[in-house]
């Protein structure tokens, strides 16, 4: 089965905020709107997505994500393709074609610290950038030929505008099994413990395959 990278990639074009006030003057309800993603277009690391594969990817993440109020965005990418409540910050509620832009709304999680938090940029003018987390493969011509989304985080823009983040995480390989699930493989630790293998022929038969179990356990 081929293996995938982690890939992030943040646009920082115009977001509308619409702020929804109870009678207290608290904001009741927070929520961000614009261009989440944008495919058949070589984007700012030199990466183009084409439509089809976007739209496919949207397709599941609304069925498996949306649809089960599960499609929770972070403050900021973390490494990793599992979501972490503790940054949650908003929810993506829809992500709708027009043309090849797709344009999203979230729901900011005020009441939580990351939500509050963000809500807080926001309504203070900070400018915040929507920026796609998800697996795939990446071609020799920059082109991604197969592409999972995961998220949609909520980050900073580092160097002003018109800078994205180099999102791909080189250093570790994911894979995704026959339910659809992202598992990590651990390749370099597989890899480290080949290189020590027994002299014996006996012993390092029977070392090979308690190291190729552990390598199947941690996947």
Known sequence: MDTVKLICEADFRDLDIIIEQENSGQPKEVKIQGPYIVAEEKNANGRTYKAEIIEAAVNEFEKSYIK???SIGELNHPESTEIDFNNACHMVTSLKRDKNVWIGESKVLLGTPKGDLLGGLLKNGVKV???????????DDNIINEYKLIAVDAVANPSGPGCFVEGILESKNFMINQYGDIVEVIYEELENQIEVLPKKQDEKKAFLISVIKDFIKGM
Not at 130 to 136: C, E, K, L, Q
């Open 68 to 70: 089960d109020k599960r």
């Open 129 to 139: 950038g929507m920026s796609t987390r998800g697996v795939g493969n990446v071609g």
